[in-house]
């Protein structure tokens, strides 16, 4: 439930091993990810960025694309930057490299796959996790209601721009066996397939992407790739954040304001997800399937930064849709 995914900041990088957390639990190591190379497409902030560092955490480079630069910011006018990005990356044990791009314009896509191509020879893992849409739709609005370019621009940031990436990326990406292409999208099929979500074009943008995930799911089978889509839980995000006025140090104190938003998670959830899924020696099991982080928490034994395991999909049908007052017990 993420229509901002969340960030990490430098303390989010996990320790190499377990750790006991408040609830006592202990996080599985993160996967040993030496010598892999990953794009992360849409990482200057939200999953994207958790999801870049924790790949970092497992050792592996990480290039970060995005339009928000310390020169220029992209639309949203806010101070997170890709270079800061590559930056976490680093400090959490990779190395990230920070490439400028408008996955919308296809020469700088182009020139993206080149640039990895020439200074690692390969593609490990295509993180497809560009965005762009929080302040392009209106909740519960109807399509002949609704704004027509923001509507149509938001189709192009989200669907339009995975196509561009994956057909520039994709070939270097097949060039060996065991490659992965995570697909981020918000619901998972069987939710999203029951659930109106919150308007025409939010729904039509995200239900593409799972359906993208499909079909690259069968293009990839014959050269020994992977595609998975992946769907983070209700995320604190820095927007998210801000759009309640608090900050990860007391999230909770917006529960006063959302109730529900106790089943919130950390970009470092979701990003473990896609770490966890880059070291499966047998990740081809899960080849076309529709995954979200509390799923691959319990198939993995990750945990969320606080030690906890948020079920945030289950919890929406079960408490939430059900309307049931809201109790994270036994979903975290």
Same mark, same amino acid.
């Given at each position: 439930?993420?229509?901002?995914?969340?960030?990490?900041?430098?303390?989010?990088?996990?320790?190499?091993?377990?750790?006991?957390?408040?609830?006592?639990?202990?996080?599985?190591? &993160?996967?040993?990810? /030496?010598?892999? #190379?990953?794009?992360?497409?849409?990482?200057? %902030?939200?999953?994207? +960025?958790?999801?870049? #560092?924790?790949?970092?955490? @497992?050792?592996?480079?990480?290039?970060? /694309? $995005?339009?928000?630069?310390? $020169?220029?910011?992209?639309?949203?006018?806010?101070?997170?930057?890709?270079?800061?990005?590559?930056?976490?990356?680093?400090?959490?044990?990779?190395?990230?490299?920070?490439?400028?791009?408008?996955?919308?314009?296809?020469?700088?896509?182009?020139?993206?796959?080149?640039?990895?191509?020439?200074?690692?020879?390969?593609?490990?893992?295509?993180? *497809?996790?560009?965005?762009?849409?929080?302040?392009?739709?209106?909740?519960?609005?109807?399509?002949?209601?609704?704004?027509?370019?923001? =509507?149509?621009?938001?189709? +192009?940031?989200?669907?339009?721009?995975?196509?561009?990436?994956?057909?520039?990326?994709?070939?270097?990406? #097949? %060039?060996?066996?065991?490659?992965?292409?995570?697909?981020?999208?918000?619901?998972?099929?069987?939710? *999203?397939?029951?659930?109106?979500? *919150?308007?025409?074009?939010?729904?039509?943008?995200?239900?593409? #992407?799972?359906?993208?995930?499909?079909?690259?799911?069968?293009?990839?089978?014959?050269?020994?790739?992977? @595609?998975?889509?992946?769907?983070?839980?209700?995320?604190?995000?820095?927007?998210?954040?801000?759009?309640? =006025?608090?900050?990860?140090? *007391?999230? +909770?104190?917006?529960?006063?304001?959302?109730?529900?938003?106790?089943?919130?998670?950390?970009?470092?959830?979701?990003?473990?997800?896609?770490?966890?899924?880059?070291?499966?020696?047998?990740?081809? %099991?899960?080849?076309?399937?529709?995954?979200?982080?509390?799923?691959?928490?319990?198939?993995?034994?990750?945990?969320?930064?606080? =030690?906890?395991?948020?079920?945030?999909?289950?919890?929406?049908?079960?408490?939430?849709?059900? =309307?049931? &007052?809201?109790?994270?017990?036994?979903?975290?």
């Amino acid at each position: 439930m993420e229509s901002t995914p969340v960030s990490a900041s430098a303390s989010d990088s996990p320790s190499a091993s377990p750790s006991a957390s408040a609830s006592g639990s202990a996080s599985a190591a &993160p996967p040993d990810l /030496t010598g892999k #190379v990953a794009l992360v497409a849409g990482a200057t %902030r939200g999953a994207g +960025r958790g999801i870049a #560092v924790q790949l970092g955490a @497992a050792g592996a480079t990480v290039y970060v /694309t $995005g339009r928000s630069t310390r $020169g220029r910011r992209s639309e949203y006018d806010r101070p997170e930057t890709i270079e800061e990005t590559a930056e976490l990356v680093t400090a959490a044990g990779g190395e990230g490299v920070a490439v400028p791009t408008d996955h919308l314009e296809p020469e700088q896509v182009r020139a993206l796959a080149e640039r990895i191509d020439a200074e690692r020879g390969r593609l490990d893992v295509l993180v *497809n996790d560009v965005w762009g849409g929080e302040r392009l739709f209106a909740f519960d609005t109807p399509v002949w209601e609704h704004d027509l370019d923001d =509507g149509l621009r938001l189709m +192009r940031l989200g669907v339009e721009t995975h196509a561009i990436t994956s057909h520039f990326l994709l070939p270097l990406l #097949v %060039r060996r066996p065991g490659g992965l292409v995570v697909e981020m999208t918000d619901g998972t099929a069987a939710y *999203n397939g029951a659930n109106y979500r *919150n308007s025409y074009f939010y729904d039509l943008v995200k239900n593409s #992407v799972l359906r993208m995930a499909f079909v690259q799911a069968h293009e990839l089978k014959p050269y020994g790739g992977t @595609a998975v889509a992946l769907t983070p839980g209700w995320l604190r995000s820095e927007m998210m954040l801000a759009n309640f =006025g608090v900050t990860e140090a *007391n999230w +909770r104190d917006a529960l006063e304001q959302v109730p529900h938003f106790c089943i919130s998670e950390t970009p470092s959830y979701v990003g473990r997800a896609v770490a966890a899924l880059a070291g499966d020696a047998d990740v081809a %099991r899960w080849n076309g399937a529709s995954l979200s982080s509390g799923q691959l928490a319990q198939e993995y034994g990750f945990t969320d930064l606080d =030690g906890s395991r948020p079920d945030c999909w289950r919890y929406l049908v079960e408490v939430d849709d059900a =309307g049931k &007052p809201a109790d994270a017990t036994g979903y975290r």
